[in-house]
């Protein structure tokens, strides 16, 4: 393990000092698009109007003949697209593909001051982490990067999850994490084939009703209810980012048409602490932004606590619930990431009374 006292300092000469806090603005959604699509990519301007982050995948869902034309064609994006304050982000190939390293020499090399942050696919321990980080390092410096780029982990194998926490902890370019759903469903043989969300054999049932001579009466219907398979490790990686100062995200959603159970993902995660999730096509833009903004209602009770307890002490009854110096903890969180987005956002801020 390196030294704490060396920790901030550059991984190479000439390489950016890191960061010592995770910046966070507005980051609802990442927005994937395929960058080796024209059609797409001329999108983007009106995309990144209504979008926190957009991001120019490289990897799977990007076919193999097309890799080399989507990174080329995020250096189009990243040299000739004004995205206004949207930022760019970019999901490199996986650290076991040959594609891999030409994606962090292209990128750092051509559009590293216009990169945000780099998503790295299947990181399974701290050691991908530190491979990415020294490399990045000596990239930036060659380059000339001004700002550091940040680096997100996929969460999306059996191993990624068993070193969540010390992914988290492996360098200070650590911006977040995102759940991986599919690939750590196939890491995990866990039998389901879609993309997120629930299934209908993933349940609790009721216990049976009996009959007069104690045996179970068939005829009774029982209740059953879906739970949710992904809460465990999204409550590590929440944990584990939180630990960390980084930020939580839950991933992707792949039933497009499904934009209920899409609804109910996302809002699942939000409520476990996440900050966003992906998008994988528009209709979900408007989701993402629906469930990580703040409900309205909680906005409106949260400033009213804060306002009725300014030194946030003691104990209270607003509208006819206990407040305490906890809760006073809770609003502030609401009312925190409320203010936030209201600087971008002018209907929320009017929606929440700033
Ligand atoms: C699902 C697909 C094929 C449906 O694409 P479609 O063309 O069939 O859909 P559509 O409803 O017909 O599209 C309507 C219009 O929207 C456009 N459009 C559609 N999507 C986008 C988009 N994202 N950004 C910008 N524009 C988009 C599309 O081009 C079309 O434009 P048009 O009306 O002018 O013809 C398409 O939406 C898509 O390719 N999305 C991105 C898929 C992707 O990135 N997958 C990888 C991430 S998930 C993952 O990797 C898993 C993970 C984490 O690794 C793990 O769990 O293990
Ligand atoms: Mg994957």
Redesign the pocket.
Known sequence: MRSPRDFLKPLCVGAPDPITEVPFPPSRMI????AS?E??RA??PD?AAKADIVLG?L???VPVDRKVAAREGLVTVGKEIDLGGTQLWT?INALDSPWCIDDLTTLVGEIGDKLDVIMV?KVEGPWDIHYIDRLLAQLEAKAGVKKPILVHA?L?TAQGVAHVDEIAAASPRMQGM????????ASRRMKTTR??GGHPGYLSMSDPTLDADGQIDASVARVTAQQDPWHYSIARMVDACTTNGCLPFY??F?D?KDVAACEAQFRAAFLLGCVGA??????QIDIAKKVFSPPVDEVLFAKKVLEAIPDGKGVHMIDGKMQDDATWKQCKVMVDLATMLSEKDPELKAAYGF
């Open positions: 927005h994937f698009f395929d699509n059609k797409m999108k983007l995309i995948n990897e799977d869902a999901r696919p996929i999306e995102s759940f991986g759903p599919a690939d750590l469903a993309v997120g991933g992707p792949g497009i992906w998008s994988l096509h528009p209709v």
